[in-house]
């Protein structure tokens, strides 16, 4: 298995943070990783945890990688970590009947999460006695009340407990969880590692290097996009946005706003293919010196995340494609 840490790439910032604070004795009780999904968030939240609870840490704090609470630490193929310390939340993970709860969480990582995995446990020293890691994944889906209930074990966590709160979208997550925790930014990854990641991960070369480039740094992004229908049905959606919103035929866009019609599972990730082109359009007429195409395509930018939050949320993806093609074509 190995120390994870050590296998993030591309994000030294962050992880050279994590190793001071490991060499020192004096990690952080509540990081938020933030940075967009896919650049190796989850790797570096199990990896810290793998740190916090191997039996036989390194004389810098860091996993041995060998040991039993290093395997059990980090959770394989989607399956939870089998570490009775390392604690993951999020919504809809658990039955209800687990947390205590009669319905599905649809929307919120509900309140009886967090109770029935944190505050329940608060009182307790860690099973093995090294430390407690709660990784939350999407944090921006705390609820309030949840999140709200998390505050004071936050502010004021018994010793040995850690929090490591994931999420994409740092600015939906409330003000009270932001100032009581320590942000670590993970940036999107340049392409190069992506491919590295990805051939790490058995793919092909070349394909590997196709997808990376258009993954706008996510390794997520890069793996849908390996296979080639996936890539040719993003290239193809792109073209037509474009083609929509430079063209006087308004009917080409409403043919396109009809693909709202989708729905809120495919949407996303085209969405997001046109946005990486977006910046990469930006970034290209910055770097040609053309300030003006790079501020209307970083607006249109903007306008895409807008929208790919709101199909997350509960807008109604139909409206919010007709809302997104009037807009690109107004900058
Ligand atoms: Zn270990």
């Given amino acids: 298995m190995g120390a994870l840490l050590e296998t993030v790439l591309g994000q030294t910032t962050a992880i050279e943070t994590l190793l001071r604070g490991l060499a020192a004795r004096k990690t952080h009780h509540a990081y938020l990783f933030e940075g967009p999904s ?3 968030k989850e790797r570096a939240a199990f990896g810290l945890a793998q740190a916090l609870v191997c039996e036989a840490r390194t004389e810098q704090g860091t996993a041995c990688g060998t040991c039993s609470a290093c395997e059990r630490a980090v959770p394989l193929d989607g399956a939870l970590p089998r570490h009775p310390d390392v604690i993951v939340l999020q919504r809809g993970l658990y039955d209800p009947s687990q947390i205590g709860r009669k319905s599905p969480e649809s929307r919120e990582i509900s309140i009886d999460q ?18 407690k890691v ?27 407990t850690h929090f490591v709160l994931l999420t994409a979208r740092k600015a939906a997550l409330l003000s009270t969880i932001l100032s009581r925790t320590l942000a670590l930014r993970f940036g999107h990854l340049a392409s190069s590692v ?33 296979d080639p229908d ?22 080409l866009g409403y043919s396109l706003a ?4 989708k729905g809120k599972s495919e949407l996303p990730s085209l969405l997001a293919g046109l946005s990486i082109s977006l910046a990469k359009a930006a970034n290209d007429a910055t770097r040609a010196g053309d300030f003006e195409e790079a501020v209307k395509s970083t607006v249109r930018f903007d306008l895409v995340e807008q929208a790919i939050v709101k199909l997350r949320g509960n807008g109604s993806a139909q409206l919010v494609m007709e809302a997104l093609v009037i807009g690109l074509r107004a900058t």
């Fill in 38 to 40: 896919g650049v190796g």
């Fill in 114 to 131: 967090v109770r029935t995995l944190v505050l329940s446990r608060s009182a307790f020293p860690p099973h093995e006695g090294l430390a």
């Fill in 134 to 160: 709660f990784v939350i994944r999407d944090a921006d889906e705390l609820s309030v009340s949840s999140a709200n209930a998390l505050l004071k074990t936050l502010e004021e966590p018994t010793s040995r």
């Fill in 194 to 226: 992506v491919a590295k990641i990805l051939v790490g991960r058995g793919v092909e070369q070349a394909a590997a290097e196709a997808a990376a480039e258009l993954s706008g740094g996510s390794v997520e992004v890069a793996l849908a996009l390996t």
């Fill in 230 to 251: 996936a890539r040719s049905e993003v290239e193809s959606f792109v073209a037509r946005m474009h083609e929509a919103r430079v063209s006087p035929d308004a009917g």
């Fill in 258 to 261: 009809e693909e709202g019609k």
